[in-house]
């Protein structure tokens, strides 16, 4: 049983609703990135998605474009974010780490290569946003052969047939896109969530993480009542921007955010 596995098992048992979130790698500088997922596991995080800084982000709103932007001034490449995650692992073997990405930077690693030093470096999960379930296969393979999840995105205009060829391919949670546009977007409509949570829940028994837009506490508990995990990135992601200059500062602030939607979770 993987990592993710495992964690989703133990909160399962624990009746409780995972909370993970996402920073991109990196940002605003490579040396507080480390530090930074200790913090939020201290906040009580239960999964930690690292974001691979890429130019083109497409998926991804301007707040988490600029992040990328911010960690390519610094050069962060997909070495240095293994490197990042290698030196995580030195204090934590236990929380899981989904690397969150584009497919070019691992396509010129290539494959195999990539899977071998993901897994070696700490890496459970990943998610490559650009290559589609039926594009997969090689990929697929490369990280099944290193016990690696591949994590993969659901949309609200996900039909039946492919939220089965999603969940096919899928392992460790699939992560349901809360709603039409980009990251930190539009506002949630918590019964439509529901709805489309359940026609997913018909075709696997898989966890179910929910992200994009989960902006303030009140949002994440409401969005625990229905899904295993609830996935924040932007709001926290916005955070790291407004201190990017007092670096110091980001942890302090990280966690009180974290720790509010914790107890919120927790309390719903």
Known sequence: MSRISSCFSDLKARNRTALLPFITAGDPHPGVTVGLMHDMVDAGVDIIELGVPFSDPMADGPVIQRASERALEHHVSLHDVLGMVRQFREQNDRTPVILMGYLNPIEVMGYAEFARSAADAGVDGVLTVDIPPEESHDLIQALRSHSLDAIYLAAPTSHRHRLEMIAGAASGFIYYVSLKGVTGSANLVLDEVAAKLQEIRAVTDMPLGVGFGIKN????????????????GSTLVSRIEANASEPDKIGAELKQLLQEMRAAIDAA
């Open 217 to 232: 506490a009140e949002m994440a508990a409401a969005m625990s009542r229905i899904a295993d995990a609830v996935v924040v």
